[in-house]
């Protein structure tokens, strides 16, 4: 069973146990995962076809993926949808808004927790005491930290690395789940936020529309604009 992703991991990793796999006579099962799937197999699609045929069966978590999968290498896919443990994610209706805002992605440019930064500033503006709690390190977790700083935001914690047991309480007592990632798939912290009975604000990247329906559960906005963010909060 083969987690797969793009790029040059899909390469040195995925290729070498697809080989590996069937040169031992195993059944192999490719998983693939990548929200950015449009893009790399648009380019490097003759080169990991071969290992999609090698798979006994190739899955993916969206059908957002399963079509790009389809349409770009015409591999057949079948879909294994992500899933959310109700028992420790329970649905709490929220009846009034601080609001307490959450980001729970990790700080890699691909998720531009700058735009969300953008946004608590023009809602801070608004509403004094609302607050942002960010779960999550990477990358570019010095410089967000920076820009907190340089913009005079208040109210905004950083809890680095929150364990998944840990996240239901995290969820409970927060009331909306800012998202604004630049490339998706079917991404389980949105998921399971809803089923904690916060309110979804994110962009449409990606697998989320296929996911959520803008208006019924969900708010969302095009990639990359933090004022419809901020404007769907406020």
């Known amino acids: ?75 057949s896919v079948s879909i294994v949808p992500n899933i959310v443990n109700f028992s420790i994610f329970q649905y709490r209706e929220r009846v009034s808004f601080q609001p307490k805002l959450l980001v729970t992605r990790h700080l890699e440019e691909v998720y531009d927790v700058e735009s969300v930064l953008r946004a608590f500033r023009r809602i801070q503006a608004s509403y004094p005491a609302a607050s942002l709690w960010i779960a999550g390190t990477g990358s570019q977790e010095a410089r967000l930290r920076g820009l907190v700083s340089d913009w005079n935001l208040n109210n905004v914690r950083f809890l680095g690395y929150v364990d998944h047991k840990t996240l239901p309480s995290i969820y409970d007592q927060c009331d909306m789940l800012l998202n604004a990632s630049r490339v998706d798939n079917f991404p389980g912290s949105l998921m399971e936020a809803s089923a904690a009975g916060l309110v979804v604000v994110s962009t449409k990247a990606g697998g989320i529309p296929f996911i959520f329906e803008n208006g019924k559960n969900a708010l969302l906005v095009e990639v990359g604009d933090w004022e419809a963010l901020a404007s769907e909060v406020e």
């Open 1 to 75: 069973h083969i987690l797969a992703a793009s790029g040059l991991y899909f390469f040195l990793v995925v290729c070498p146990a697809v080989l590996i796999g069937r040169l031992r006579g195993k059944q192999v099962v490719l998983n693939y995962r990548a929200g950015n799937a449009d893009e790399f197999l648009k380019r490097y699609g003759w080169l990991a076809k071969p290992f999609f045929q090698m798979a006994d069966v190739n899955t993916t978590p969206s059908g957002f993926l399963a079509h790009v999968i389809q349409e770009r290498i015409g591999v």
